[in-house]
């Protein structure tokens, strides 16, 4: 029987140690106590990510269930930019001509947010980052600015561990050759992107850590995308066959993306682990077509992003840290 096995990393809500960031009870001028609406500008970098897409319906459905407890009427604008900053630049002028109480931004360059935190900060609207994390000293410009994230490293390691545990539970499914080296390929996201880099040093370093022995044959970049990352995996078939052994995915979506290939090929026995438990990602794990996934807890994640921009734009700050980090967890399927 396959039974969906939970463990939560041990470190919840591990935020920045450096900053407890209280902000100053003097920026309540701008601050929208007792207004009767709050309408949030929530900028996305692209609308067909299926991890934005999924923290995306999070944060519509508790918009709702806020507006119904508060009697607050909510008005979410959620604009996409399409992978473009500039149409990001052009959408947040909109927010702000359009009088909005706060902003939420998933920016597309995340180290070319100055502009939008400069109109930001003319016009008075508190900012919350998500996702795309900005340079620390773009965060350190404003006090009305918060970045909601998950720790990358974090992710990495819980990653590894599946596949740690994987080996020394079936070691015989890791390694099907029998030659004593788990033989892997490695699909990374975006380059530009903290959790890639950070992802793909911290799972192959835990993997080997805990003692399972690795050779990388090829990696490629699948820019967070399933069909990318479909393709590169059809071309490492075609080159490595059934001596590829594990495909490590810096997330769901191209792991998906990869077993799409596979099916493709005919090939099984090859074992897959993701990062996100996306919908489909969690799907494939259920399955068993995946050996693992990290979850950041989306419903923790929306639930933070919306409480911040709503207590920013009420209060005129927040008692919150200026990092939030939301909690993760291991999600596997386990054959008992
Ligand atoms: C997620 C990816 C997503 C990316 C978008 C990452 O944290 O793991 O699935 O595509 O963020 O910025």
Same mark, same amino acid.
């Given at each position: ?7 939560? =990393? ?5 935020? =920045?140690? !450096? ?9 309540? =001028? ?12 929530? %900028? ?30 909510? /008005? ?31 920016? #597309? ?8 935190? $400069? ?18 000293? $773009? ?20 990653? %590894?561990?599946? #596949?740690? $545990?994987? +080996? ?15 033989? +892997?390929?490695?699909?990374? %996201? ?9 992802? &793909?040093?911290?799972? #192959?370093? &835990? ?11 090829? %990696? ?8 990318? !990352? ?41 074992? #897959?682990?993701?990062?996100?438990? &996306? ?21 923790? +994640? ?6 911040? !921009? ?7 700050? &927040?008692?919150?840290?200026?990092? +939030? ?8 399927? /386990?054959?008992?």
């Amino acid at each position: 029987m396959r039974e969906f096995c939970i463990r939560w =990393s041990k470190r919840f809500f591990i935020c =920045s140690a !450096a900053v407890l960031f209280l902000f100053c009870a003097g920026c309540g =001028s701008a601050a929208n106590r007792g207004k009767s609406t709050v309408r949030i500008g929530v %900028g996305l970098y692209r609308s067909d990510d299926t991890f934005i897409n999924n923290l995306r319906r999070e944060l519509e459905q508790y918009a709702k269930e806020y507006e119904q407890e508060s009697g607050t009427k909510i /008005v979410l604008d959620i604009q996409a930019a399409k992978g473009n900053q500039s149409v990001q630049n052009r959408q947040v002028d909109r927010f702000v001509s359009l009088d909005c109480d706060v902003l939420c931004v998933n920016p #597309v360059d995340r180290m070319a947010v100055s502009s939008i935190i $400069d109109k930001a900060m003319a016009a008075d609207i508190p900012l919350v980052f998500f996702n795309r994390q900005p340079s620390t000293e $773009d965060m350190n410009r404003w006090d009305r600015l918060c970045y909601v994230g998950v720790d990358a490293k974090e992710t990495a390691v819980l990653q %590894g561990q599946i #596949v740690a $545990d994987h +080996y020394r539970e079936h070691p015989e499914q890791l390694d099907p050759n029998g030659d004593g080296v788990v033989s +892997y390929v490695l699909l990374e %996201g975006e380059t530009s992107h903290q959790d890639s880099l950070i992802r &793909t040093e911290w799972s #192959v370093k &835990t993997i080997l850590d805990k003692g399972v022995p690795l050779e990388r044959l090829t %990696g490629g970049i699948g820019n967070w995308e399933r069909s990318q !990352a479909s393709a590169l995996m059809e071309q490492w078939l075609g080159q490595y066959g059934k001596k590829i052994e594990l495909v490590l995915s810096n997330n769901d979506d191209m792991a998906l993306g990869a077993l799409d290939a596979m099916e493709r090929a005919g090939i099984t026995g090859i074992c #897959v682990v993701g990062i996100d438990a &996306t919908d489909p990602g969690l799907a494939a794990v259920r399955e068993g077509k995946m050996i693992g996934t990290v979850s950041a807890d989306k419903a923790g +994640y929306a639930k933070t992003i919306f409480d911040t !921009a709503v207590e920013l734009s009420e209060k005129g700050s &927040t008692a919150k840290e200026k990092y +939030y980090w939301c909690r993760q967890e291991i999600l596997t399927g /386990v054959e008992n």
